[in-house]
T-cell receptor
Framework: AQSVSQHNHHVILSEAASLELGCNYS??????LFWYVQYPGQHLQLLLK??????LVKGIKGFEAEFIKSKFSFNLRKPSVQWSDTAEYFC????????????FGSGTKLNVKP | DADVTQTPRNRITKTGKRIMLECSQT?????MYWYRQDPGLGLRLIYY???????NKGEISDGYSVSRQAQAKFSLSLESAIPNQTALYFC????????????FGPGTRLLVL
């Protein structure tokens, strides 16, 4: 069975600080990996995704994530956060072979202090 | 994302009432999903549908039912609402030919008294 773990439930940073949110998954096959962002009061929006190729994926708003297959990890990073990055971030995984349901992590709330 | 719409956006109902949440999409995707979001639990899948003739239970389907009236429409019903169904409900769509990236609607906030 698939599972996704997000280690940090709540992160508080000051503006310009660097961000790294952890995501580890459990799945026995080849996976697609996603990060979604949910701004306060809004729906989930796709931040970036990895299907294959370069394990360093660049997304919108300066975010990037690195797929490390040996560690079953897909951590999200941003060199310098802004107050507008305050949101909840969800990691998700699904299998590439056949249909495997999306499995979401429990989310990490990021609070950026101005 | 205006391509996936949900109605109503907010709803207050009483225990025992039947309620329907509706989802429509203009993305032309074949697959549709219903999730609920609870604080600290992330998103949990209630039901999903590959096409109009295919309905599948997710991890928390008890107390819910769905109907796929057309490729673009997928509704979720609470047959007899109970307070622990108070949550934020999201509809999502995906295209099986494009890596299953899911696109979410704006959500319906449901309060069951």
């Amino acid at each position: 069975a698939q599972s996704v773990s997000q280690h940090n439930h709540h992160v508080i940073l000051s503006e310009a600080a660097s961000l790294e949110l952890g995501c580890n998954y459990s799945y026995g096959g080849t996976v697609n990996l996603f990060w979604y962002v949910q701004y306060p009061g809004q729906h989930l929006q796709l931040l970036l995704k990895y299907f294959s190729g370069d394990p360093l994926v660049k997304g919108i708003k300066g975010f990037e994530a690195e797929f490390i297959k040996s560690k079953f990890s897909f951590n999200l990073r941003k060199p310098s956060v802004q107050w507008s990055d305050t949101a909840e971030y969800f990691c998700a995984v699904n299998g590439q072979n056949g249909f495997n349901k999306f499995c979401f992590g429990s989310g990490t709330k990021l609070n950026v202090k101005p | 994302d205006a391509d996936v719409t949900q109605t109503p956006r907010n709803r207050i109902t009483k225990t025992g009432k039947r309620i329907m949440l509706e989802c429509s999409q203009t993305k032309g995707h074949d697959r549709m999903y219903w999730y609920r979001q609870d604080p600290g639990l992330g998103l949990r899948l209630i039901y999903y549908s590959f096409d109009v003739k295919d309905i599948n239970k997710g991890e928390i389907s008890d107390g819910y039912s769905v109907s796929r009236q057309a490729q673009a429409k997928f509704s979720l019903s609470l047959e007899s609402a109970i307070p622990n169904q108070t949550a934020l409900y999201f509809c999502a769509t995906s295209d099986h030919s494009r890596g299953e990236t899911q696109y979410f609607g704006p959500g319906t906030r449901l309060l069951v008294l």
